[in-house]
Nanobody, 127 residues
Framework: QDQLAESGGGSVQAGGSLTLSCLVPGYGSGKKCAAWFRQAPGQKREGVAVIYVNNQGSDYSDFVRGRFTISHDTAKRMVYLQMNKLRPEDSGMYYC????WGGGNCYEFHEADFTYWGQGTQVIVSS
């Protein structure tokens, strides 16, 4: 019941766009924020964007700032990641994750604080 579920990945050419979606059970009632992480083959997983459920804002890693937009629909318990001007280096597995109320600081992107994770959705950007 606490399993997050991502969708929307796929293949796109450089400069293109994709929108990822994530169903976050308990978003708002049991979970205070949601974030997107990504992991390229052979690389460490890195935080991409985060959003708080109660309009405390959102934040982005520098490498996507200005190109990606995180948003949510709290009534539907959905979190989205609109990705524009995609680059080959944006390729990887994208994961949705969430922190429960009383948990750590969402903005710090500490993986250990994100208790709930999805299975990931693959994004491939070709040059």
């Amino acid at each position: 019941q606490d399993q997050l579920a991502e969708s929307g990945g796929g293949s796109v050419q450089a400069g293109g766009s994709l929108t990822l979606s994530c169903l976050v059970p308990g978003y708002g009632s049991g979970k205070k924020c949601a974030a997107w992480f990504r992991q390229a083959p052979g690389q460490k997983r890195e935080g991409v964007a985060v959003i708080y459920v109660n309009n405390q804002g959102s934040d982005y890693s520098d490498f996507v700032r200005g190109r990606f937009t995180i948003s949510h629909d709290t009534a539907k318990r959905m979190v989205y990641l609109q990705m524009n001007k995609l680059r080959p280096e944006d390729s990887g597995m994208y994961y949705c994750a969430s922190i429960p109320w009383g948990g750590g600081n969402c903005y710090e992107f500490h993986e250990a604080d994100f208790t709930y994770w999805g299975q990931g959705t693959q994004v491939i950007v070709s040059s």
